[in-house]
């Protein structure tokens, strides 16, 4: 699909919007919209087929994400949105490494809920902020086997009121391979299958 290859390409050498200047920023944003006028899946939550499963993010506006690239001596790694259709559960990571031995991960589990055909209500439940090699971290996969199971992990794991820490995301292009969705912050997130 052309739109989908414009995207991608629009995407190319930002490092996930790190690098992106106003110019890109605006390309990427037209190329997102255009992308979404055709959505092969028009009521992205019922096709839990397409929506489960471990996601790469390729490109955020979000400044919350970008930000953890700022930590010192520290680098934004992967980042991860994992979607558990069964348990209704979705699982952000991201990996952080700099110093060697010093590889880190900030990851937040939440419960989500359909409130419409394009969007869920989120709400976080757990937070992990921990080095990688004390975690016993090794994939994404794996991390979130541990945290169904109940896992404490040595690090800063708390639990987030979900009163007070919660929000929304519309998915609003869904394919195979590539998600776009729109957050109530005003951020977009694009993201491609692993």
Known sequence: MLGKANLIDAIAGTNR?????????????AAIANLEDFNPTPRPLEATHLLNGDWRLIY??????????????????????????????????????GLPY??????????FEPVS???????????????????AYSSPATFIQEIESGKKFTAFDT???SDKQQGWLDI??????????????GSVFVLSKT
């Open 172 to 185: 609003t292009y869904i394919d195979e391979d590539l998600r776009i969705g729109r957050g109530n912050e």
């Open 17 to 29: 919007g790190l690098l992106a200047n106003a110019a890109q920023k605006q390309a990427i944003l």
């Open 159 to 161: 639990v987030i009121n």
């Open 102 to 111: 010093l590889e880190g991960l900030v990851s937040v589990a939440a419960k």
């Open 117 to 135: 055909e394009k969007r869920v209500q989120v709400k976080f439940q757990r937070s992990i902020l921990g080095l990688k090699r004390l975690i």
């Open 60 to 97: 955020t506006s979000s400044k919350a994400l970008l930000n953890l690239d700022r930590i010192p001596f520290a680098k934004l790694g992967q980042i991860y949105q994992c979607i558990r259709v069964n348990t209704s559960s979705v699982y952000n990571i991201a990996e952080i490494y």
